[in-house]
């Protein structure tokens, strides 16, 4: 049988393409994972450092809502600092004068008709009027819708409630008033037993006589 010419079996012609295209292929892929692998690295990143930003801008909200809150509390502190240092020199001060308050003696038995009794501390202000001052003791515990009251009562008759009088368990108490008549203007002082919100005093549970005083303070008042 004859050779047929040109019949040989020939060879694949498109094997350097294919190896061309593989080779791409694979080189798309090599440079495409670590770009995609970055892309992600940096958003990861952003991510993290806004919220970082986030929390950091939190912490320093917080930050200056505790500053705010410490300069408060010192305004507050060094108020009260004050206040107490005014109310420790005027428990220094010795005024002008005390006065015991003593209950009235029982009709017709001679002994007083209670066994609580006070001593009242009288002073002048800058402004010429005064403050009293009262310590109380021997008090029993108020009965229910009655409140223990102490009153300053003016040379022209005018009474004056000075401040409410809270005994202690230990039947004590103290009560402090300012703003009163001058050291000229005072007939007595005494703690009564009132209903409560009372405008008026009752029966003094013990008094005494305010003496008259010649006033030191410029500005005394007239009345």
């Known amino acids: 049988m004859p050779t047929l010419v040109g019949m040989a079996t020939p060879s694949v012609g498109n094997e350097p393409f294919s190896r061309i295209v593989e080779a791409r292929k694979t080189s798309s892929w090599s ?21 970082k930003g986030t929390q950091a801008r ?3 909200a917080q930050a200056q809502q505790a500053v705010q ?7 507050s502190l060094q108020q009260r600092v004050g206040g107490y240092e005014a109310q420790l020199n005027q ?10 308050l003593q209950a009235p003696a029982a009709p017709k038995k001679g002994s007083p008709a ?4 006070g001593a009242a501390i009288w002073g002048e202000q800058p402004d010429g009027k005064t403050w009293m001052r009262l310590n109380a003791y021997g008090l ?9 009251q102490f009153w300053f009562v003016s040379a022209s008759g ?15 108490a103290n009560v402090e008033g300012k703003d009163l008549p001058g050291v000229d203007q005072g007939r007595s002082a005494m703690v009564t037993l009132d209903d409560e919100n009372a405008k008026t005093h009752g029966q003094p549970l013990f008094q005494g006589a305010l003496p008259k005083l010649k006033p030191e303070q410029h500005g005394s008042p007239q009345k």
Request: cysteine-free; overall charge negative; glycine content about 8%.
């Open 140 to 148: 029993t515990p108020a009965p229910a819708g009655k409140v223990y």
């Open 31 to 51: 440079i495409g994972i670590p770009i995609a692998v970055a892309v992600v690295a940096m958003v990861a990143l952003v991510a993290y450092f806004a919220a």
């Open 158 to 172: 005018d009474s004056i409630l000075v401040g409410k009088v809270d005994p202690n368990t230990d039947g004590s």
């Open 114 to 117: 209670s066994t609580a009794w």
């Open 69 to 75: 809150q410490q300069q408060q509390m010192l305004a």
């Open 91 to 100: 428990l220094r001060d010795p005024g002008r004068t005390t006065v015991i």
């Open 58 to 60: 939190e912490q320093f």
